[in-house]
């Protein structure tokens, strides 16, 4: 049911893994719903934790479970449990890791030749290559032909326009770009202590190399990590944790969204270097190498303070306070680049103007748990265990930027060294949570379980009358192995247990931390005029706020099933449920343009999501080798089932939609000949498909006419009248496994 996937980022170095737990829990139209990640207890970042630190690691999926851990886990909880000390001498251990890597499934790029055919069939009219350049291009390719590059009527080498001195290279620009690098990862770690005290210490270091040949991309990470128990009484115990993580990244500025976009696209007739042997512009290399980098280093320190101190028998009452600094340096500079002329004189290729940037960010995250547990157990077999509680949250920061153009020293790039045009912004920002939380837990000799939670949440960012809101849940299991009719099957069957809970959450990470303030649209030196020889300063009406605006619900139902056999070494589980996030936070309802700004977004959005799970697992021992096999596969959908969009209009959600839908036209095949491309259009004679393009003839795709008008088109472009559109697919994984 946890699904993992690749970020914006892709496979970049500073790019961390996105993950879900029984598919997205918003659609993020003005809100949004992750998994909350516990380190100890206290909310943190996956990505930033040594891994040899991790003791045990669990997901909590639905409601009922999740409840405790209160408003920032209506998307379901991942806990992480970290090392403690162990009583006994000191132990240490050292690991270590060594690994190259490897770019997987590089696209494979077509020849210079190949790609010059293609190229020619393309053509609507005409040939890109002539047949004297396609010589010279297979020339090239055999060894035959050595002149590859050509001058330009500007004494510069010839790369795209003129059709005749168009170079002949062949150049693979994926293989050219991207190859193995290595990486190494140390962790140590000593643990030891007393009867009364534990202590565990341990650091890591992470140096991970990128995969770009030129420009070089790299990450470093450096983590220490303290963890002290003492029991000061009997009834009295102390734990104090602290870790501190550096995270460093340096990759050229350059390496962004428009270089992966380019290096998938450049020609491969295009050489890595003209015939003077410096790297040609189009190569990019002189941008990645010299054309500026982009440098960041993010600091977390953490602390956590618990005191548990136990009264009395069976109960414990437990204060914890967590508290993380975070610290966030970005700097990007831009710096000039140059290509060559024949004669080797260099000339201004990218960056004409220099600049730098600098953002900062700082952080600061305070969190207290109050709250106390008591059990009873009474020799008729029933047993009792009741918790109550309090948490907080206080988050702020702050930011800065600022910027410069003109930077005179490529060497030391810094606001200092640059000279002209100063830009600058900054600002704080903060929020907070409250909650109030009880649990009762009953169970009859592990047979029959019962479970209720309620919750009392407030948060910050809604106006007084809707900031507090009440979620309960409960579940409830019956252990059949524990019935009396079932003692004959017991050395078979061992347990198996029916579970069913529900459960309501709140969700209030709107994604304006202040949506009920109201703002003025503030630009400086924005005007279209000018006063005093200078554009002026412009204000406007901000967007309308809604007094409304609430909670988000997350109401989940499950349903499960838990088995263990033959010798508990065959168990498995089998889950279903139904998750719906109702009130979401959405797109406001149209009004006329007359109101004259723009209307607020409210809670007017519901989602469903539906799925199972299904784990089975066998664990044996031959002789003095243990082995365990496990095989699990999930699967969800999510469906849109209330939007502001009545006409269910294409191109948005709609009442009905699932997420991920694929709209597109049915094609019959690609016309061979421009008679079959002609043919098929007369076959449509109420317009052909002159409504999604025109100049069609052969290589053009042709499509199915599924609305029988006589004509493609996309008809009123909804979903109920979409013309010759279908759902052709959809983009959410099924059936993971």
């Not at 996937?5 to 970049?12: I, R, Y």
């Not at 901000?542 to 499960?560: C, D, F, K």
């Not at 109702?582 to 989602?607: C, R, S, W």
């Not at 991920?660 to 007369?682: R, V």
């Amino acid at each position: 049911g946890m699904n993992i996937s690749t970020g914006s980022g892709g496979g970049a170095l500073n790019s961390d893994k996105k993950f879900n737990i029984r598919g997205v829990g918003t659609i993020g139209a003005g809100s949004s719903a992750t998994p909350l990640v516990l380190i100890d207890g206290m909310e943190g970042n996956i990505n930033m934790i040594n891994p040899q630190d991790i003791e045990t690691i669990s997901v909590l999926k639905d409601a009922a479970a999740s409840s405790i851990y209160g408003s920032r886990a209506p998307a379901g909880v991942i806990l992480i449990t970290t090392k403690s000390g162990k009583k006994g001498k000191p132990v240490t251990n050292y690991n270590n890791n060594f690994r190259f890597i490897s770019p997987l499934n590089l696209p494979k790029m077509a020849d210079s030749y190949s790609f010059a055919l293609y190229f020619n069939d393309a053509q609507p009219d005409g040939v890109m290559f002539s047949e004297t350049k396609l010589k010279q291009i297979k020339g090239y390719q055999q060894g035959t032909q050595t002149q590859y590059m050509w001058p330009n009527s500007s004494n510069r080498w010839e790369v795209w326009d003129d059709l005749e001195l168009l170079p002949v290279a062949n150049t693979d620009w994926m293989k050219t770009h991207f190859g193995n690098h290595f990486t190494q990862e140390h962790s140590l770690s000593v643990k030891g202590g007393s009867d009364k005290s534990q202590y565990y210490l341990s650091g890591n270091y992470l140096d991970q190399g990128g995969l770009l040949n030129y420009g070089d991309d790299n990450k470093k990470r450096y983590s220490f990590n303290a963890k002290i128990d003492a029991d000061i009484t009997d009834k009295v115990m102390v734990r104090y944790n602290i870790r501190f993580v550096r995270s460093d990244y340096d990759a050229p500025s350059y390496m962004n969204d428009v270089f992966y976009h380019n290096v998938a696209r450049y020609w491969p007739i295009i050489p890595l270097k003209d015939p003077n042997g410096f790297y040609t512009g189009d190569s990019k290399v002189y941008q990645l190498t010299e054309g500026g980098r982009y440098k960041t280093q993010d600091d977390q320190l953490t602390q956590q303070l618990r005191l548990v101190v136990s009264p009395i028998k069976n109960m414990n009452i437990n204060a914890e306070l967590n508290y993380r600094i975070g610290n966030n340096f970005y700097h990007t500079d831009w710096l000039t680049t140059y290509a060559y002329d024949v004669d080797g004189n260099p000339f201004v290729y990218d960056n004409a103007t220099s600049s730098v940037r600098e953002y900062a960010y700082k952080s600061n995250f305070f969190n207290t748990n109050i709250f106390a547990d008591y059990s009873k157990e009474l020799e008729s077999g029933h047993n009792f265990k009741g918790m109550v509680g309090f948490q907080s949250e206080l988050y702020k920061d702050r930011s800065i930027t600022a910027s410069k153009d003109i930077v005179q020293s490529i060497e030391h790039p810094t606001l200092n060294t640059a000279e002209k045009n100063p830009q600058n912004s900054g600002g704080y920002g903060h929020w907070a949570t409250a909650g109030f939380f009880g649990r009762l837990n009953y169970d009859y000799m592990g047979k029959y379980l019962a479970e209720v939670n309620l919750r009392y949440d407030g948060t910050s960012r809604f106006l007084k009358d809707e900031r507090w809101n009440l979620f309960p849940s409960f579940s409830l299991g019956w252990n059949i192995a524990r019935e009396s009719f079932f003692e004959n099957y017991v050395d078979k069957i061992s347990t198996l247990k029916i579970r069913a809970s529900w459960g309501e959450l709140g969700n209030q990470n709107t994604d304006n931390w202040y949506p009920f303030y109201r703002t003025i649209r503030y630009s400086g030196n924005a005007g279209n005029w000018l006063i005093n020889g200078a554009k002026p300063n412009t204000a406007a009406e901000g967007p309308l706020v809604s007094a409304l605006l609430t909670w988000e619900r997350i109401r989940t139902t499950n349903l499960g099933l838990d088995f263990s056999m033959l010798s508990s070494r065959l168990t498995g589980s089998f889950d279903w449920f139904v998750r719906e996030s109702l009130d979401m936070v959405g797109p406001a309802p149209e009004l006329p343009a007359t109101l004259g700004t723009d209307v607020p977004k409210v809670n007017n959005l519901n989602m469903e999501s539906k799925g199972f799970e299904f784990v089975l697992s066998w664990r044996d021992k031959i002789s003095d080798f243990n082995y365990n096999i496990s095989f699990n596969l999930a699967d969800s959908r999510q469906k849109i089932t209330k939007y502001p969009n009545p006409a269910k209009v294409l191109g948005t959600y709609y009442s009905g939609a699932y997420i991920g839908d694929i709209w597109g036209f049915e094609t019959i095949g690609i016309a061979k000949t421009n008679e079959e491309m002609n043919d098929h259009l007369a076959s449509l004679p109420n317009g052909g498909q002159s409504a999604i393009g025109s100049g069609w003839r052969v290589g053009d795709i042709m499509y199915k006419d599924l609305d029988g008008n006589g004509a493609i088109d996309t008809g009123e472009g909804t979903a109920d009248k979409p013309g010759d559109r279908k759902i052709i697919g959809n983009s959410t994984p099924r059936y993971n496994f």
